[in-house]
């Protein structure tokens, strides 16, 4: 279905259940959240971020999964890293409260946050200081060694996506999308992700709770420094492979001197100096294969999307597509880059 609408949180019923003092003045929508609903909350006296939790992937334990996250966060925070605020709800000291909708209908999930004033970073590689914070940063989250006691509340990696490409690039074609060609080229690319994937998951290596989505979007530049935002998907995995999913990622894929300098800073801050491998970037390609699976079906209408977000995806597919042969030749010459 396409252009489904939705409602929002009441404004009111956010500062009753997190215990926000003051009255509202006013609640505006955020541009730029993806999976989310986020909004500027201003009250008499503070602003805060409140964002209308969602579940678009349909993940069984979406809750349960939150939860686990939120040890992470609070334990990041307490540990000093620059990141918004939480508040928590002071009913059970969660992260998650929910409250009244505008319109009055079903209950909505909602987190807060006290607002931080700064600027997003935008689609293009890091400059040097952003890496080395990146990787310092990093290494703090890993050295706090958080773990989980019961894994099956997370996704495990697959290759469903790259095996089920074929049924993918039919719904395309049927839906007359001008890039269905282009993603039928990409056959072979899934499939050898799908190698390195299932390469890394014959392995069985102690995980750490990790944030598990440290990229540009999810950095803002305060006016004293970055600020690591989202925490809503942390979750358990090897400390390397994300060190190498974020290297990349903040280096846009093609400077490599930017994921040199955020490994760099990661050693230095005392992360482990292991020596990293192509299948170390299987699992990160994979789920970035969910995620241009997940933009094609909302783009041609197979899965329910607002208007909003499926003009998003109809913006991002050719992207991602792009994208994905220049990743791929990359994850495979990585230790060679990293080196030189």
């Known amino acids: 279905m396409v252009g489904t609408t939705e409602d929002k949180p009441d404004p009111d019923a956010v500062l009753a259940a997190f215990g926000v003092p003051g009255r509202v003045v006013a609640m505006t929508p955020v541009a730029g959240a993806w999976s989310n609903r986020v909004y500027r909350l201003t009250t008499s006296v503070g602003v805060y971020a409140v964002k209308h939790l969602r579940n678009p992937w349909n993940v069984a334990r979406w809750l349960e999964w939150l939860d686990a996250a939120w040890t992470l966060e609070a334990r990041a925070h307490l540990a000093g890293i620059r990141m918004p605020e939480p508040v928590p709800n002071p009913a059970d ?4 409260a929910w409250v009244e909708s505008v319109a009055g209908t079903d209950p909505i999930p909602v987190r807060v946050h006290r607002w ?20 310092a940063t990093l290494a703090t989250v890993h050295g706090l060694q958080v773990t989980t ?27 007359h999308a001008a890039w269905a060609a282009d993603l039928w080229e990409l056959r072979p690319h899934a499939g050898r992700i799908a190698e390195l994937a299932q390469e890394a998951g014959s392995t069985d290596e102690p995980e750490v709770m990790c944030h598990g989505d440290i990229d540009q979007k999810n950095i803002v530049l305060a006016p004293d420094g970055p600020v690591l935002c989202d925490w809503d998907v942390a979750m358990p995995l090897v400390p390397r492979r994300e060190l ?18 955020v490994v760099r800073a990661y050693r230095c801050a005392g992360g482990a100096a292991e020596e990293i491998h192509p299948a ?4 990160a390609m994979s789920t970035r294969l969910d995620w241009l699976a997940f ?22 597919v050719p992207e991602l597509i792009r994208d994905v042969p220049r990743q791929l030749a990359v994850a495979l010459r990585w230790p060679e880059k990293l080196a030189g």
């Open 116 to 135: 931080m004033d700064g600027s997003a970073l935008p689609p293009e590689p890091v400059g040097s200081e952003v890496a080395a914070w990146a990787g």
């Open 280 to 283: 170390d970037l299987g699992p």
């Open 244 to 261: 190498a999913d974020v290297a990349l990622s903040l280096a846009g894929w093609r400077h490599l001197d930017v994921a040199r300098e």
């Open 149 to 175: 006691s019961d894994r099956t509340i997370f996704p495990i990696f697959n290759t469903d996506t790259a095996d089920q490409w074929p049924e993918l690039v039919s719904k395309a074609r049927a839906a």
């Open 93 to 96: 000291g969660g992260c998650v």
């Open 295 to 316: 933009n094609v079906e909302r783009a041609i209408g197979t899965r329910s999307a607002a208007v909003d977000e499926v003009a998003l995806s109809r913006r991002l």
